[in-house]
């Protein structure tokens, strides 16, 4: 089973910062078979990213995905106020799927 | 419009068996390629990915919850039934399907109580 890491844990920033999410995995995930999610509290999470760096329907391009193998990242541009929520990265491949812990974007 | 919903009791007991079913419109179990996933999610915690069946019966469960997991289809019904056996108080979750990675349910809170 492949395990999915992210960090930092919690990240505080301003609106209008740079975000940089990191997702680490313990064996090597093909870049076709990871995907991020954006979550906000009572609500279901939300296709971000999938194939580590294409964005979902809708998504602002201040919202990208970049990495290959065991490390991928997240990078938010520029943090708009409705951007502040947790984020998972997610791994699909390997007919078993599965999720990182998380990483909180709080305002600072 | 793809939709998902799931239904089911959002309150058990320990030691008994849940049963959720996940209703959808707007694709079919039926067409090759396609697949529906359970996720859960305690309270305040991380995502969790139980299972997923696809089109052609081929079905996959997390390694921590094989044993208690059963998830089956209804193609005609258009629904993907979760069955999860002894549940427990630490099994207290919000419920979701989700098909494509992109079309998520609202979610069903189910609370086990001892």
């Known amino acids: 089973e492949i395990v999915l890491t992210q960090s930092p844990g919690t990240l505080s920033l301003s609106p209008g910062e740079r975000a940089t999410l990191s997702c680490r995995a313990s064996?090597?995930?093909?870049?076709?078979?990871l995907a991020w999610f954006q979550q906000k509290p009572g609500q279901a999470p939300r296709l971000l990213i999938y194939?580590?760096?294409s964005r979902a329907t809708g998504i602002p391009d201040r919202f990208s995905g970049s990495g290959s193998g065991t490390d991928f990242t997240l990078t938010i541009s520029r943090l708009e106020p409705e951007d502040f929520a947790v984020y998972y990265c997610?791994?699909?491949?390997?007919?078993?799927?599965?999720f990182g812990q998380g990483t909180k974007v709080e305002i600072k | 419009q793809i939709t998902l919903k799931e239904s089911g009791p959002t309150l058990v007991k320990a030691t008994q068996t849940l049963t959720l079913t996940c209703t959808f419109s707007?694709?079919?179990?039926?067409?090759?390629?396609?697949?529906v996933g359970w996720v859960r999610q305690p309270p305040g915690k991380a995502l969790e990915w139980l299972g997923v069946?696809?089109?052609?019966?081929?079905?996959r469960y997390s390694p921590s919850l094989r044993s208690r997991l059963t998830i089956t289809k209804d193609t005609s019904k258009n629904q993907v039934v979760l069955t999860m056996t002894n549940m427990d108080p630490v099994d207290t979750a919000t419920y979701y399907c989700?098909?494509?990675?992109?079309?998520w349910g609202q979610g069903t809170l189910v609370t086990v109580s001892s």
């Open positions: 064996q090597s995930v093909s870049s076709t078979n």
């Open positions: 194939g580590a760096s």
């Open positions: 707007g694709f079919s179990l039926s067409t090759s390629g396609v697949a």
């Open positions: 069946i696809y089109w052609d019966d081929d079905k």
């Open positions: 997610q791994q699909y491949g390997t007919s078993l799927w599965t």
């Open positions: 989700v098909h494509s990675l992109q079309y």
